[in-house]
């Protein structure tokens, strides 16, 4: 079979159909592309056209309250900055993971209307002339294009309110918790009307929506259904009413939730979190029939420098993932620092490999 583009190949695996081989997609920390540039990596070329992995292109637009940014402290290892959210939170400079959430202005209701009438649609939160600079060569080259929406319940509980306060607002002020769910969506589909109607048209709509962690769920089920299904069928309505595919990335053990993800119509399920208790081979038995997937490779695997742990995982899972098609190839949550260039040269050629469809 000739080499696949990109597009051509993500798109038989959303279709179920086989390619010449499965997609390769990963996601690097910050840090570890800094390890990479120092192993020999050039800083001119991307990390997936330096390894020779498939490229998604991303769209994005600001639906924030656009609070002022400032940085508040600096040393060697952290900044302290506030966000366009209105959070206080300390970043890492040279290492990787998730930034350390400090304080929140959105505290209430009432804090929530300020921001709510700062959220409007206008124009000038599209990066147009990034568009106009890379959209023509995304096309040629044949990458698969992504519009990334921010909104439900990681991105209120992390980046607008705090985990403790979304969690009792849940159970105490539903109302105020799907108000601020709705209004980011609201916001953002507007602006991705504008984007696809100037001709900046994508392929998928992508969100994160980390709703579960080691074993267990942020929630209930019912709870799920009564709050933020309602505004994930939004999404996925519209995104099904342009004729593109929807991606859910949701961390953790989510289990208890595919049987709405797939009744709802989310077209692909990433990442699969293996540490967290999902098996992406049982997941794959009872649902890749109505679900696609992307990633279900352990992360933790890739911390034994020789990677025979990571192949021989990797031997195991791949060839029942990629039957019939309906599989991208990643890990099951991000790479970390700890992996070399080699390393992650090993990773793609036994990806490769095993992805192979000859």
């Known amino acids: 079979m ?23 997609v990963d996601t690097p920390w910050a840090s570890t592309i800094e390890r ?15 390894f020779g992995i498939d490229h998604i292109a991303s769209i994005h637009a600001d639906n924030s309250p656009r609070f002022p940014v400032k940085v508040l402290e600096e040393t060697e290892d952290y900044r302290i900055v506030t966000s366009p959210w209105g959070v206080t939170l300390r970043q890492w400079t040279h290492a990787g993971g998730v930034p350390e959430f400090l304080d929140f202005t959105v505290t209430d209701r009432d804090q929530w209307q300020k921001a ?45 309110v705090g985990t403790e ?8 002020d539903p109302e105020w ?25 994508f392929d998928e709509v992508n969100w994160p929506d980390d709703m579960g962690y080691k074993q267990s769920q942020f929630f209930s089920v019912s709870m799920y259904q009564e709050l933020v299904k309602p505004v994930h069928k939004r999404a996925i309505d519209w995104a099904h009413a342009k004729g593109v595919k929807v ?11 595919i049987p709405d993800f797939a009744e709802m119509g989310v077209d692909m399920l990433n990442p699969l979190e293996v540490k967290a208790g999902v098996d992406p081979l049982a997941v794959k038995r009872q649902y890749g029939d109505k679900l ?37 190839l990643g890990s099951d949550h991000s790479v970390p620092d700890s992996v070399s260039v080699q390393q992650f040269q090993q990773f793609v050629e036994e990806a490769k490999q095993l992805g192979s469809y000859e």
């Not at 992307?294 to 020789?306: C, K, Q, R, S």
């Open 247 to 257: 991606r859910l990335h949701s961390c953790g053990d989510i289990r208890p939730f």
């Open 177 to 201: 918790v799907s108000d601020m769910m709705n209004h980011y969506l609201d916001v953002h589909l507007q602006l991705f009307d504008m984007i696809w109607d100037a001709g900046y048209t």
């Open 36 to 50: 990479w540039h120092r192993e020999g990596m050039p800083k001119d070329v991307h990390f997936t056209e330096f």
């Open 116 to 160: 709510k009438e700062r959220m409007v649609p206008d124009a000038d939160r599209v990066d147009w002339e990034h568009l106009k600079r890379n959209y023509a060569r995304w096309r040629k080259d044949g990458s698969w294009i992504m519009a990334s929406l921010w909104f439900g319940f990681d991105v209120t509980h992390a980046w607008m």
């Open 292 to 328: 696609a997937f992307h990633g279900g490779l352990n992360a933790v695997l890739f911390e034994e420098p020789a990677m025979d742990a990571m192949r021989a995982e990797m031997q195991r899972v791949v060839p029942v993932m990629k039957e019939g098609g309906g599989y991208i």
């Open 165 to 172: 306060r979304l969690l009792m607002a849940m159970a105490t």
């Open 2 to 24: 000739p080499a696949m583009t990109t597009r051509e190949r993500i798109g038989r695996m959303y279709a179920h159909q086989e390619a010449d081989r499965v997609p390769i």
